[in-house]
Nanobody, 120 residues
Framework: QVQLVESGGGLVQPGGSLRLSCTVS????????MAWYRQAPGKQRELVAA???????NYADSVKGRFTISRDNAKNTVYLQMNSLKPEDTAVYYC??????????????WGQGTQVTVSS
């Protein structure tokens, strides 16, 4: 069974940076697009960024220019570098796989996520 393990969250002041990591077990990593999602309290989970196996990327408008998604196929790991963090970025962040860069539905069971809190 494929498992997702997210890490790297924490408490950071506005304007600060964090780097999230997600390691994927199993053999599917190189075949699928990977994505980061987030869910803030009382809100629906939303797509933040995605990266194809060929390293094309796309981003939600709210994070463009501040977040960068990348992947290391040798390590089965996807990263999210988050700069210039804002209080509205506070959420639990999850990763998942998608069939294509622009498909909307994730294909794996969700991991535990990692909490990001932006506050002074």
């Amino acid at each position: 069974q494929v498992q997702l393990v997210e890490s790297g969250g924490g408490l950071v002041q506005p304007g600060g940076s964090l780097r999230l990591s997600c390691t994927v077990s199993g053999n599917i990593f190189r075949s699928y697009a990977m994505a980061w999602y987030r869910q803030a309290p009382g809100k629906q989970r939303e797509l933040v960024a995605a990266i194809s196996p060929g390293v094309m990327t796309n981003y939600a408008d709210s994070v463009k220019g501040r977040f960068t998604i990348s992947r290391d196929n040798a390590k089965n790991t996807v990263y999210l570098q988050m700069n210039s963090l804002k209080p509205e970025d506070t959420a639990v962040y999850y990763c998942n796989a998608k069939r294509t860069l622009f498909s909307t539905e994730p294909i794996l069971n969700w991991g535990q996520g990692t909490q990001v809190t932006v506050s002074s």
